[in-house]
């Protein structure tokens, strides 16, 4: 199976590499070509333009669902496929094949691509209409989001009535509402440290986006709208790039918060 | 070694139970005397009256702060050694001894607690000065209200911006916010299955005592706020005596939430 | 001095009618043509195109700020002058000459339009670049919907509680916060009157464009937000048509908001 | 008629000079008797202890509904009558007679003290049983402190808009939510002065107190809680002594809030 595979960032290049390995035979390309060296050295071609890469054209970025509409429409147009794919999971998973692959738009494109989203991710989900993909990528960081903020609350909540925040983290693990998110960031955040995994201001675009979603389908979210203002607060902090963690920065005074 | 246990609720017959079958001597005492049979055949025996069960006085029960202080300096007071000790989990992990204890006040009765403790619960924690028990759980309950309301928002989101919730359940278990909660009350909430685990009104007054507590310690938490209201909105709709999880029917319109 | 006048609504005739029965030479213009009827029997003129009624064009209607940009753009590119006005008011000070005029963009044609806009309101502004009138307009509604809102809590708490919301009615009256608005709509609200003086769907868009808005801006409006959502609660219960006020009945359990 | 009066503050005294000035018979006390002296002058007589002074009780400070239950339990048990009567307004209105009095409790006891009532405010109610003069105090409080929210949302967001925030003053006063507290208040917060007329921390504990209302009655106020949320922050931020205005320090960033 032949692969064209456009833009080597952080996810691009973990996941054509994983291709690579497992026997596809991958052609890149990249703007910036010297990007593309350590996958020819694994055997990939470079590509001297987007266009010569492939006709069925699957966009595994994250994009609104209306500007996914509109690259469909124009993909379409001039006779090609179209499937928008965003992934769920960050650099680690991209490297390790784990990641989650919400697929949406041309079915027949989706049933062709299986053998590779079967390598690049642990699951893969096909959605339906172009723009699902898009809207259940926010529907999930929306609730991220909300949760951030709710687990930002109850570790300063702990702080300052007296308790020890690291065993609030343990009780948390132990409990109905342990999850990945808690664990792998509640340690950090207790140093204040706040590394840019998912920046905080890409998380507030999904916050604003999501509630725009419900805003056109007439569903209230008191928490996401919340949520979403304490990341614009975050933000108003010049927190936007780093970790959306960063947001129980806004629940602090500024003795603390230094 | 000897325990009294008094109340003999679901929770309290499953925990009696365990230390039965684990070797301890157990004396029972409960405002229905028919409630200890079951226990009687199991070996315990039974006390005339409450105070003749115990001198070190386990509190497992879950009260706020200041009534768990009361209640110390009343025992203390008389000479007695008192321990706030409630409990994370329900009936399930209370049978399999799977409960996460949460303990604070007298430590030298903790100390002498623990082999219980290690019966009853896969963990236990030791929290300092009295009222840190039930702090410890408020601040656990308040993360879960918002993360349910969260969760509430992104189902409905979903289901009325044409994705099907189901795929968001399946999406959500394979990524970063996979939590016991979600998948465990995710397919009943889609059949508006609201079976009270944990009823809405309890789930509601902890919310409320979490951001008194908050108060007094003059933390921000907006997003515990929003969520308290909707619970508040799911009372006034008669909800109350339902599982918490029916926070969900206030985001709902007529139509949808018959 | 010769005016053109597009669109003549309840607030576009009234306010022609105005400019007419002051001694101004108005030509009209309007979609359906017998709505110029009246204004013809008091003198006016009937345009056969919307081109032929002015070169200088001043927009006093409600739009959101990025669509005005656009608007002044093409009249500007054609070497037309363009001012936007949206009014504050509705119908009877469109009929009393009482509108608030909120006028940005070419300040020559703003001063040329002064003893127009004399007739037509108790006072205007000019707020500078073109988008300002629309931003002003913008904030006004915006805190204008988070205290109907604020109004709305304290009706229903004051019922709920046991006290005669009449009494609040005219407790607030009397006090720091006495405003028309709580004036003239309380004793509606009191009898789940809402008939629509401006529909809440307007003011949920108003309220949605303010937060984005503030979104550009890195403005937290935790408050507005709230209120939004409970706007959008309104709309999923088939409100949106009815007045903004109407947003109460979110408040209310199902026995009493039948 | 006779008159007793405890408590010398900066009410206390211009209300009870406003009753000597108009030929009422005052007997004062105070806790410290110096403040008890400009009274005498014009005529008071001083009281030796508080239970000289009168057994018809008017409890005229703003304690909370319960509170005032547990006072006129007492006084009544003793045979006395009891009447609270919270006033609404401030220092000015205080010495110019034009307070609001919210009273509850013995219908007798208030008919008597009418004449007093007339002299001290504009308006006085009677409100029913005991509570409800605290409780409409709330509501009232309740309803100001989420407009001072999102007043200040809007101060906020015209300035970083782009636009004046001392037009929008101007806007607002012509218009249908023009009130005394924005005009009263908004030119001195646009120069973040916040000299305490009235302080956060008591606007922080009514909002906290009418929330609590709204919970025994399954009144959700969304918006309510969001303004006290707001409120909270302040706090955190060492602004309780300062005016309530000082809320829209919460909304700027670190560079502006200085």
């Not at 065993?167 to 998110?181: F, H, K, R, S």
């Given at each position: 199976m032949e692969i064209g595979f456009l833009g080597l960032?952080?996810?691009?290049?973990?996941?054509?590499?994983?291709?690579?390995?497992?026997?596809?035979?991958?052609?890149?390309?990249?703007?910036?070509?010297?990007?593309?060296?350590?996958?020819?050295?694994?055997?990939?071609?470079?590509?001297?333009?987007?266009?010569?890469?492939g006709k069925g054209y699957i966009d595994m970025s994250t994009v609104d669902p209306e500007t996914?509409?509109?690259?469909?429409?124009?993909?379409?147009?001039?006779?090609?496929?179209?499937?928008?794919?965003?992934?769920?999971?960050s650099?680690?998973?991209?490297?390790?094949g784990q990641l989650v692959i919400l697929a949406a738009g041309e079915k027949a494109l989706y049933d062709a691509a299986v053998p590779a989203f079967d390598i690049l991710g642990k699951k893969s989900f096909f959605l339906g209409e172009v723009g699902n993909g898009a809207k259940m990528k926010l529907v999930v960081n929306m609730i991220m989001g909300s949760m951030m903020n709710a687990f930002s609350e109850g570790l300063v909540l702990a702080d300052r009535s007296g308790l020890n925040p690291n065993?609030?983290?343990?009780?948390?693990?132990?409990?109905?509402?342990?999850?990945?998110?808690f664990k792998g960031k509640g340690p950090a955040m207790l140093q204040n440290n706040y590394s840019p995994a998912f920046p905080l201001k890409h998380q507030q675009k999904d916050m604003r986006l999501a509630l725009a979603l419900g805003d056109e389908n007439a569903v209230p979210m008191p928490v996401a709208a919340a949520a979403n203002?304490?990341?614009?607060?975050?933000?108003?902090?010049?927190l936007g790039d780093l970790d959306f963690s960063a947001v129980s920065e806004t629940l602090k005074d500024l003795k603390h918060s230094t």
């Open positions: 960032g952080i996810m691009g290049k973990a996941m054509s590499m994983n291709l690579l390995k497992n026997g596809f035979k991958v052609t890149v390309w990249n703007r910036t070509l010297s990007k593309c060296n350590e996958l020819l050295a694994h055997g990939a071609s470079v590509g001297q333009t987007p266009a010569e890469v996914s509409c509109k690259i469909s429409e124009a993909i379409m147009s001039k006779g090609g496929q179209f499937l928008e794919a965003p992934v769920s999971g650099k680690q998973p991209a490297e390790t065993d609030l983290l343990d009780v948390l693990d132990l409990g109905a509402i342990a999850n990945p998110m203002e304490a990341f614009k607060k975050a933000r108003s902090m010049r």
